[in-house]
């Protein structure tokens, strides 16, 4: 059973720094593109970042990039999302998630979610 369990959310004013962290056992895929959601209220969940295979490729979306940093550890399973210089506007429910597949970018829906956690950043 695929099991992915987030931590490192919390409370944060603006301008300060979270890092989750998404740690996932019992994969079966060969290879997997992990990645970071997120839904804040009355919005739908958006992609945030994502991470290929061998970790050579990375993506993110726009309203992040210069302050959001993924990576992962492969000998953990384990994925991060390093949060800095964070927005009231990055207040959401963070969720982790995984496909199948080596590369970033691809069009197969991810098949294994995290429960989620939230991310509160005060003005």
């Known amino acids: 059973q695929v099991q992915l369990v987030e931590s490192g959310g919390g409370l944060v004013q603006a301008g300060g720094s979270l890092r989750l962290s998404c740690a996932a056992s019992?994969?079966?895929?060969?290879?997997?593109?992990m990645g970071w959601f997120r839904q804040a209220p009355g919005k739908e969940r958006e992609l945030v970042s994502e991470i290929s295979w061998r970790a050579s490729s990375t993506s993110y979306t726009d309203s992040v990039k210069g302050r959001f940093t993924i990576s992962r550890d492969s000998a953990k399973n384990t994925v991060y999302l390093q949060m800095n210089s964070l927005k009231p506007e990055d207040t959401a429910v963070y969720f982790c998630?995984?496909?199948?597949?080596?590369?970033?970018?691809?069009?197969?829906?991810?098949?294994?979610w995290g429960q989620g956690i939230q991310v509160t950043v005060s003005s």
């Open positions: 998630a995984v496909r199948g597949g080596p590369f970033i970018g691809g069009t197969d829906p991810y098949n294994y």
């Open positions: 019992g994969v079966t895929f060969s290879r997997y593109v």
